[in-house]
């Protein structure tokens, strides 16, 4: 039985270049989005869940009907 290698991929292969420009483009919009972004600021966010606290929670989902 007759082995034959498979050839090796080049550098520059058509799948390595669109999976580096894939990750080049992800990370530069995270950054963009992280550095453009203002910051959180947490105490005037919304409970997520209010829960036993007396306090009604403010946020809600987006295809709730509105009042």
Known sequence: ????????TPATS????LRLLFW????AFLL???L????IDLRQEPPL???GSGQAASGGHC?????
């Open 24 to 27: 080049a483009a992800l990370t």
């Open 32 to 34: 963009w989005d992280v």
């Open 63 to 67: 295809s709730m009907p509105g009042k």
């Open 49 to 51: 869940i209010a829960a």
């Open 36 to 39: 453009g972004a203002p910051a």
């Open 1 to 8: 039985m007759m082995m034959t290698a498979t050839p090796a």
């Open 14 to 17: 058509p799948r390595r270049i």
